[in-house]
């Protein structure tokens, strides 16, 4: 079965500096996608990534995946209180022979100090 | 776009009684739902891939008389704690594809908090 490892499990930053968030998948990733969410409530999609090689911006968050499809980064620049959160990196199992389903990484848990 | 409504948002219930969840899309047909459990700090963790018409089909760990899941129509899919106990208390989140958008279709509830007491 597929799995994705995030990393780091938590950061803690200063408000304005840079941080990327990592994700590996054990399989190669036939989708990959970025949710941002605030425990007990719903994910936000961020951003999905499908061709090897490919980068999405939006706003000051960047996501690219590595030309072998099977790993992911998520950058913030300048972060920004508003970008707390748990950032979550999901994976769709089609094309691994199994039923299509959305699996997830931990979680990367962000806090932003003003 | 896609939506999909998940009631209750929360609910409290007493150890021993049975909850149940309801996951709707609004505007597609959704032929499968996948219901997630997230406890606080964690992840989401996949408990059950629901299809329409079918027995759903349930994660290694998760006990499927404990977690009854029904999808008797293509807009909806229910999840039944049964005999909650307090270790059951958690985030309950559904997602639905809409299998025209492909790997794109997935769309998630807004999640039902559950506590047992």
């Known amino acids: 079965s597929q799995e994705l490892e995030q990393s780091p499990q938590s950061l803690i930053v200063q408000e304005g500096k840079n941080l990327t968030i990592n994700c590996t998948s054990s399989k190669t990733l036939y989708g990959l996608y970025w949710y941002k969410q605030k425990y007990g409530e719903g994910l936000i999609f961020l951003m999905m990534l499908q061709k090897g090689g490919e980068e999405k911006s939006h706003e000051k968050i960047t996501a690219k995946l590595d030309e072998k499809k099977q790993q992911s980064s998520l950058h913030i620049t300048a972060s920004q209180p508003s970008h707390a959160g748990i950032y979550l990196c999901?994976?769709?199992?089609f094309g691994s022979g199994n039923t299509g389903k959305l699996i997830f990484g931990q979680g990367t848990t962000l806090q932003v100090k003003p | 776009g896609a939506v999909v409504s998940q009631h209750p948002s929360w609910v409290i219930c007493k150890s021993g009684t049975s909850v149940k969840i309801e996951c709707r899309s609004l505007?597609?047909?959704?032929?499968?739902m996948f219901w997630y459990r997230q406890f606080p700090k964690q992840s989401l963790m996949l408990m059950a891939t629901s299809n329409e018409g079918s027995k759903a089909t349930y994660e290694q760990g998760v006990e499927k008389d404990k977690f009854l899941i029904n999808h008797a129509s293509l807009t909806l899919s229910t999840l039944t704690v049964t005999s909650a106990h307090p270790e059951d208390s958690s985030f309950y989140i559904c997602?639905?594809?809409?299998?025209?958008?492909?790997?794109?279709?997935?769309?998630f509830g807004s999640g039902t908090r559950l506590t047992v007491v």
């Open positions: 999901g994976a769709d199992t």
């Open positions: 997602s639905a594809w809409d299998r025209d958008f492909g790997i794109y279709g997935y769309t």
């Open positions: 505007d597609f047909q959704a032929t499968t």
